[in-house]
């Protein structure tokens, strides 16, 4: 294969289009095309397809993107290492997968303590599913997972489970929405709009089995995978939506949202996943060290 085309193609997926890609890349549109319809007849199959003036990505050219991502990625990485070794620099490589149901905030803070390590620490971070980041950990292709769950005994993945820490959950609602609703918390929440998360968050179990204890039927508007798409569109009004209660202040600040209520009963639980029982690797023990030393007050 010749990757200079794959280049070509990874380019075109990223800018959305050949006009870009190639404003990007200082060639001719028509250049660029020609490329691309070598790669395709390389690799027989059709990597783009024409939806009005637009290129979208077939089903194999999702796939061949997901890899270009990868080969590309090790490129960046090699150049850096072999620069590092060059100058004598000792760098700390460090992947960790982020479970997209973890909020980005709460996954910097817990993540911040390995970048004040003395060594120089390359942090190289993935988000996605958690099954899926939980395939990568179990070929050592990253370090460290950081989700809202523990990792299943079931799975026949050698990982160990390492809790970091726990939060109550509070409720917010934009200042218009939260003057409609009637009543004390939790009741209030009958019949209101709700924003939930997705239906492989942990926390969205708990949440329904919550809300059925306590005889609470509200109106579900939407389902978010993504917990910061989910808070814009409760900024708006929306509807209500649940978030870690160490976040209030920020949360409030950041959307516009008041706090609606809060609940002890709700808990979510925050897990480091490494392939070592006992921590070893300098930045995961600074990340499990400094969590349960100060989580509760992030």
Avoid at 8 to 14: D, G, L
Avoid at 168 to 180: D, E, I, N, V, Y
Avoid at 259 to 276: D, M, N
Wanted: glycine letters at 8%.
């Amino acid at each position: 294969m010749n990757f200079k085309h794959l280049q070509y193609f990874w380019a075109t997926a990223k800018a959305g289009g050949v006009v870009r890609a190639g404003e990007q890349l200082h060639i001719s549109p028509q250049t660029l095309s020609g490329q691309i319809k070598l790669l395709e007849d390389r690799l027989g199959c059709k990597l783009f397809r024409k939806s009005g003036r637009r290129l979208e990505l077939t089903e194999q050219g999702r796939v061949a993107l997901g890899y270009a991502d990868q080969i590309f990625a090790l490129s960046t990485e090699m150049e850096a290492a072999i620069g590092a070794a060059a100058s004598g620099e000792h760098v700390l490589e460090f992947r960790v997968g982020i479970a997209d149901a973890v909020p980005k905030s709460i996954a910097y803070r817990l993540l911040e303590p390995a970048l004040g390590l003395p060594e120089t620490v390359r942090l190289i971070c993935t988000e996605g599913k958690f099954q899926d980041l939980l395939a990568q950990i179990s070929v050592h292709r990253l370090d460290l997972v950081i989700a809202d769950e523990p990792m299943s005994k079931q799975l026949s993945v050698k990982a160990f489970n390492h809790a970091l820490g726990t939060t109550a959950m509070s409720f917010f609602a934009s200042p218009g929405l939260k003057r409609t609703l009637k009543g004390t918390f939790p009741q209030n929440l009958q019949g209101a709009p709700m924003l939930i998360q997705g239906a492989s968050s942990a926390m969205r179990q708990r949440l329904e089995l919550w809300l059925t204890q306590h005889q609470i039927h509200p109106k579900a508007v939407g389902e978010f995978d993504d917990a910061a798409l989910m808070k814009a569109f409760g900024g708006e009004g929306r509807g209500v939506f649940m978030s870690p209660r160490v976040l209030e202040e920020e949360t409030c600040e950041q959307y516009g949202v008041k706090v609606l209520g809060r609940t002890e009963e709700l808990v979510e639980e925050f897990y480091a996943i490494s392939v070592e029982r006992r921590i070893t690797h300098p930045c995961v023990v600074a990340i499990t060290q400094a969590a349960r030393g100060r989580f509760f007050r992030l």
